[in-house]
C-alpha cells in the first residue's frame, strides 16, 4: 500500500507519526486544502512528467501550474504528464496519493520555487486521504531533490 510505502520512508525522519489521515479525500488541491483547513497555495501537489525515458516528479504550490515555456528551457521537451493509468507502474503511487516519499527507484525529485514563499507546505504521503505539514527545507530532504527549480507560473 502507497501510505505505508510514504510513512516507511518518513520513519528515517522521525516523521511518520505525523502523518495525518484524513476522514474525507485530498485527492486534489481544493479537496486537501478544505480537509486541511489551510489555503489552496499551501498544498504542495506532486505532479508526474516523462522526461526522456525517465519519470520525474515536480512539487509545486497548489496554486502553480506548469509554464511549459519555463519547462521546455530547463528540461529540453515538452512538458508530458504520465497518462494517469500508468502513475502507479512509473512512480509507486496512484494519482491523488502521488508525493515525492516512498517512490520507485531512479525517480528524479524536483522543488519549485512556488513552495518557498510558505514556511509550511503540505504534501501528500501516498494515499487519496493523506498529508504531512513540513518546511521547505525538511521536504527538500526527505525528499532526495535533486535541486529547486522555477517552471510554474501561479494563478492570479
Known amino acids: 500500500m502507497s501510505l505505508e510505502r510514504a510513512k516507511e520512508h518518513l ?8 502523518v495525518r489521515e484524513l476522514d474525507e479525500s485530498s485527492a486534489t488541491v ?20 516523462m522526461v526522456d525515458d525517465s519519470a520525474i516528479l515536480i512539487v509545486a504550490a497548489g496554486d502553480a501550474k506548469i509554464d511549459n515555456r519555463k519547462y521546455r528551457q530547463l528540461f529540453g521537451t515538452k ?3 504520465i497518462d494517469k493509468d500508468l502513475v502507479e507502474r512509473y512512480i509507486g503511487h496512484n494519482i491523488g496519493g502521488v508525493c515525492p516519499f516512498g ?25 487519496s486521504n493523506s498529508a504531512i505539514e513540513m518546511t521547505c527545507q525538511e521536504l527538500e530532504e526527505i525528499a532526495s531533490a535533486e535541486k529547486w527549480i522555477d517552471v510554474c507560473k501561479t494563478e492570479v
Open 11 to 18: 520513519k528515517k525522519w522521525n516523521k511518520d507519526e505525523q
Open 30 to 49: 481544493e479537496l486537501a486544502a478544505k480537509a486541511l483547513g489551510i489555503e489552496q497555495a499551501r498544498i504542495a501537489k506532486t505532479l508526474a512528467f
Open 79 to 81: 512538458a508530458k504528464m
Open 103 to 127: 517512490i520507485n527507484e531512479n525517480v528524479r525529485v524536483y522543488l519549485d520555487v512556488s513552495l518557498k514563499r510558505f514556511t509550511t507546505v503540505y504534501p501528500a504521503c501516498g494515499s
